[in-house]
């Protein structure tokens, strides 16, 4: 599909299976392969990030090709330093512009033997692996939590373990303790021992049963669903309410729009309360992937906003500082950035586009944070709509089952 038209129901009360968590998902698989696992973890997701990380564990190619899933190509690249062999690690054209510098760095600095095939800085890299015996890293505080969790879940396989120490502000905790949490769960001895600074011990993994949990970053959108619409109900099993998942603050932000939460064992419920702040300020330096949710609803709400702690936006799948602004702007909404790192919404607006069509940016979150805007504008026009199998593939399905309608477009916007 090059483009569907989105049309919403009256209201809404639905039941929705969500895909089970990417970020446990993928964690989970790294591990489990560091630990010699011969069964996989229960309850996978089958979206592309984490099915290109099963393929490349279990098929071990010269050449893994991850296509579009930075996490695979960060995690992958730390695994590949210290599993036999030699890989070249690469991707599409727009993971070759994404920066994986820091990471090789670090990794080298651990003894790793790792080369860029193409351009400095930028996969795709040929790597050997072999045994690191340094046991000390350094690292900005504010880079990719990724990079941390990918040096973190090597870390116990290391001749002497791994002392990191983290300078300046820390921006994604929760993923940091998430992937800590995995590592424990598999046998691992990994802990804070100072504010900034991270240990783990030489000790290897254990092999161990894991089930994952459903997706929170997934859940976002039906929070968004519910806020938009005042006659909503929404179930959503598998999810905890006590999660590793740092995104799980998405129900305590959404509290503030008028959406409450009901929980009982492995369920969520969402319920419209019609209540919501007059201006909503957050800080999203730990679940950064949930700003775009939050612009798209704040704005179709008229609720001014002020969002900081954006840093990691620009390097994601595209920049989405940039994206959201532009995308916003066709809907009539004049988003602004300060300092590469927030946005804010005053309650200006401009003249919308008589028939938009909402670029996703080969960004499965631009596609599925816009698609519930129908609520408002009574349709919304999304282009490249397939780009949600990155990590939800059953999302236009769901909102069918919800009620909502969609229909296959050519026309030129």
């Known amino acids: 599909m090059e483009r569907i038209i989105v049309t919403p129901p009256i209201n809404i009360h639905t039941h929705i299976q969500l895909p089970s968590s990417k970020s446990l998902c993928n964690r989970a698989l790294i591990i489990n392969a560091l630990a010699h696992g011969s069964e996989p973890p229960q309850n996978l997701s089958n979206c ?8 490349a564990l279990q098929q071990m190619q010269p050449t893994i090709d991850i296509m579009a899933a930075g996490t695979a190509m960060r ?14 690690i690469t991707g599409t054209e727009r993971m070759k512009q994404r920066p994986i510098g820091i990471l090789v760095d670090a990794l080298r600095s651990l003894g790793a033997d790792i080369d860029y095939a193409e351009n400095e800085g930028f996969p795709p890299l040929r790597i050997t692996g072999k045994k690191l015996d340094k046991e000390n890293i350094t690292l900005p505080g504010n880079v990719s939590s990724q990079y941390i969790s990918a040096l973190l879940m090597i870390a116990p396989t290391l001749e002497h373990g791994l002392t990191l120490t983290l300078e300046g502000k820390i921006v994604s905790r929760p993923y940091i303790d998430m992937t800590l949490q995995l590592m424990r769960d598999f046998g691992a001895q990994a ?13 290897g993994y254990q092999p161990t049963p894991y089930y994952i949990e459903s997706d929170w970053s997934a859940a976002s959108y039906w929070y968004e669903i519910c806020a938009l619409t005042p ?3 929404v179930e959503l099993p598998g999810l905890f309410e006590q999660s590793l998942q740092g995104d799980a603050a998405v129900a305590q932000i959404f509290s503030l729009l008028g959406v409450e939460t009901s929980y009982s064992e492995r369920m969520v419920t969402l319920h419209n309360t019609g ?6 300020e957050y800080d999203f330096v730990n679940q950064p992937d949930l700003a775009q949710t939050f612009v798209v609803t704040c704005c179709m709400k008229h609720i001014p906003f002020c969002f900081t702690g954006l840093e990691s936006l620009k390097i994601k799948e595209t920049d989405r500082i940039f994206a959201l602004i532009t995308e916003m702007k066709k809907l009539g909404y004049v988003v602004k950035e300060k300092d590469n790192s927030i946005l804010y919404w005053d309650g200006e607006h401009c003249p919308a586009q008589p028939h938009p ?4 940016y080969e960004d499965h979150r631009m596609a599925m944070a816009f698609a519930p805007a129908s609520l408002i504008l009574k349709s919304v026009c999304i282009n490249h709509p397939q780009v949600v199998s990155k990590s939800y593939p059953n999302y236009w399905e769901n909102l069918q089952k919800a009620g909502f309608n969609l229909a296959e477009s050519n026309t030129q916007a």
């Open 275 to 280: 209540k919501a702040v007059d201006k909503l």
């Open 191 to 203: 802990e804070w021992i100072a504010d900034n600074q991270l240990k783990v011990e030489a000790t």
């Open 231 to 233: 006659e909503a109900t």
């Open 48 to 55: 592309d990030d984490t099915r290109v990380m099963m393929q």
């Open 75 to 88: 995690f992958l690249t730390a695994f590949l330093t210290v599993t036999p062999g030699t890989h070249l």
């Open 357 to 360: 069509a909402i670029d996703t």
